[in-house]
């Protein structure tokens, strides 16, 4: 990429991402504009729209360095521990996905966009749930005993996680990640999780 005067063209492409992802976060995409985004980030509408000439490509990297880094951050948990507990994996699970209310609004935001009709970003949250199922597939696989209708299981623990982030944007209370995990626990625990 070209070079500019504030620096490599990767390091703006990374500003303008993270400066656009926050300004989402706290003010929502209405709120967020090209223009906006150029001021926060320090560099000039003509750098920006070098990279990005309308909104939705902008969005479109984002959807992708966000699942990106969420799916990371979870099969990162399961790679590095071999003898995962359910409760630490739950917990992991839901902190990650959960305890960032910038990143809760984005998600959000991304999935209203794929189910209104943006069939691209459509298609990039079918490919990170189903990375997401195999992740939860394969945490199962590794509990002894818990071996039958894995793939129900999976997409359950996945929904119970969307329905958490939309109650946690909707309520002022914080989301109860102890209490939740230990509720799914004692289903684990009763054979019906």
Do not use: C
Not at 159 to 176: K, M, R, Y
């Amino acid at each position: 990429m070209a070079k500019t005067t504030k620096g490599s063209g990767k390091d703006n492409r990374k500003k303008i991402i993270e400066t656009a992802m926050a300004m989402i976060g706290e003010k929502g995409l209405d709120k967020t504009s090209l223009a906006r985004i150029s001021k926060a980030s320090g560099l000039s509408k003509g750098t920006l729209y070098y990279y990005y000439a309308s909104k939705n490509e902008l969005i479109f990297d984002i959807a992708d360095l966000h699942m990106e880094r969420m799916t990371r951050a979870l099969f990162s948990m399961i790679d590095e521990n071999e003898t995962l507990s359910w409760e630490s994996l739950l917990t992991a699970f839901f902190d990650t996905l959960l305890t960032s209310e910038a990143r809760s609004r984005l998600h959000l935001y991304l999935i209203r966009e794929a189910i209104s009709g943006n069939e691209s970003l459509k298609s990039r949250f079918q490919q990170t749930y189903s990375q997401w199922f195999a992740l939860v597939d394969e945490a199962y696989e590794k509990m002894p005993g818990f071996q039958t209708e894995i793939p129900a299981k999976s997409k359950f623990l996945v929904a119970v996680v969307d329905g958490f982030i939309l109650q946690g944007l909707l309520e002022t209370d914080p989301t109860p990640v102890k209490e939740i995990v230990d509720l799914i626990l004692k289903s684990i625990e009763a054979g019906t999780a």
